[in-house]
């Protein structure tokens, strides 16, 4: 092969190559890098729709993200719902897969209805949620049969945050659970047996056999549950909007009333800058730590 015909394949290879990946990388720049870039020059404005104002404010906007109370108030219930959530979730869909896992009959069944809430519409599922939750509820109607009185879940701020926790886990754990049924079912069977043989209870193969092997999943699946937990909204709008008080209003909620409560498009850009920094502070935490626990990570 001459160097003239080599060199000719090898600029075609380099157009083919940047042909294949311009798509996503256009839309990449389009819909991730622009916008975002558009928020943060947004979040140095006071931008008032209705008062047609568009100044420029330098850092004022994240100065008052200091001062501001109701933020501070937003951080501490978007901490506990995201605590909640993350635990709940994982542990209940890590649970339900090791006893998916063992073949047991009715199990398709059982994932069926665990599932089945994941491919229904949230605003839906939401709703539904919503009247079973009311003081003369279905809740509390099977509670009055068994002697006990239920509490206005959702006019209570403990039981408030406890309720939009618990129907955000049951709306998604049975993707969770699908997760972990697969990392599960491709734990090797041999090393299984040959702990068996030696004597392991079940307790010590799951904590040094299976746990370690799945651990790639446990990653993958904290990453999307933590990332989920900081960007919901529906369930905070449909169920509670933000209250009673503020003990629901979670920090994409407190977003939302600055941007279309208040007009506020500027300070509400600042506080999508701010949890921008916070999703991707806690996904590289989750990623640096992977070498010390997750399994093949060196």
Known sequence: MSLTTASARARRDWWVGYAMVSPVVLGALLFVVVPLGMVVWYSLHEWNVLANTFQFSGAENYQRLVEDQGLHDALWAT???????????????????????????????????????????????????????????GINGFLSLLGIEGPNWLRQPTTAMLSVIVVQVFKNVGLNMIL?????????????????????????????????????????????????????FAQIDVLTGGGPGSS?????????????????????????????????????LQWQSRKKWVFHEV
């Not at 605003?123 to 919503?130: L, P």
């Not at 090393?191 to 193969?205: H, K, N, T, V």
């Not at 506020?264 to 991707?280: H, K, M, P, T």
């Open 79 to 137: 901490l506990w719902f995201s605590i909640g959530l993350v635990v709940l979730n994982i542990v209940l869909a890590l649970l339900l897969a090791v006893l998916l896992d063992q073949r047991l009959p009715g199990t398709t069944t059982f994932r069926t209805f665990f599932f089945s809430p994941v491919v229904v519409s949230l605003v839906a599922w939401t709703i539904v949620w919503s009247f079973l939750l009311q003081a003369d509820g």
């Open 180 to 232: 972990f049924l697969a990392a599960l079912q491709g734990v090797p069977e041999e090393l299984q047996e040959a702990a068996r043989l030696d004597g392991a209870s079940a307790w010590r193969r799951f904590r040094s056999i299976t746990l370690p092997l799945i651990s790639p999943t446990i990653l993958l699946v904290s990453i999307i549950t933590i990332v989920g937990s900081l960007e919901v």
């Open 248 to 284: 629901t209003t979670v920090l994409v909620y407190y977003l939302y009333q600055q941007a279309f409560q208040f007009n506020d498009f500027g300070y509400a850009s600042a506080i999508a800058v701010l949890l921008f920094a916070i999703v991707l502070v806690l996904t590289l």
